[in-house]
């Protein structure tokens, strides 16, 4: 199953960049993150309660960072094991300056195989949309505290160098 779109975000693309490319930030955006191990900058891991509908399932994922172009293409692969399904996911976004922000275009190849990817596709994809526009929404608060926070601390350094009339 294939799914793709584009989002623009009220940030620079190195704010949007580093939010992405931060293993604990991208384990935020993940929705039913109930545990989380970084190995190394390029392999991670989590365990996640993915909700299907009447019931969830609990996977245990790998995540791989495949390709990066500072700052303005990554490509993240990542497996899923759980009881009922092995999950695939190849998944990757581009970075391009917008007027007053930056345009993200992404695109995820997914597949699930086991008892639940039985289900088809027809019962999958509402699931994954929902997913999808959970991961989306989460991506923009995070993006919006990280660049809230990086012009606070510009704005403090800016004024540290200014003195202070007596």
Do not use: C, Y
């Not at 935020?28 to 365990?47: C, M, N, Q, T, Y």
């Amino acid at each position: 199953m294939n799914v793709e779109g584009e989002r623009t975000l009220d940030a620079p693309r190195d704010v949007v960049w580093a939010v992405l490319n931060d293993p604990a930030q991208l384990a935020g955006l993940i929705p039913g993150v109930e545990s989380f191990e970084v190995a190394d900058d390029r392999h991670w891991s989590a365990k996640v309660q993915v909700p299907l509908g009447l019931g969830s399932l609990k996977l245990a994922f790998d995540f791989e960072k495949v390709e990066e172009r500072e700052p303005e293409f990554a490509s993240l692969s990542a497996k899923g094991n759980g009881v009922g399904a092995m999950v695939k996911m190849q998944t990757s976004f581009t970075l391009e300056p917008s007027e007053g922000g930056t345009r993200m275009l992404w695109t995820a190849d997914l597949s699930v195989a086991g008892p639940v990817g039985s289900m088809g596709q027809r019962v999958l994809q509402p699931i994954v949309k929902q997913q999808v526009n959970q991961v989306l929404g989460a991506l923009e608060r995070q993006v919006a505290a990280a660049h809230s926070g990086a012009e606070q601390s510009g704005a403090e350094q800016s004024g540290a160098d200014t003195p202070v009339p007596q």
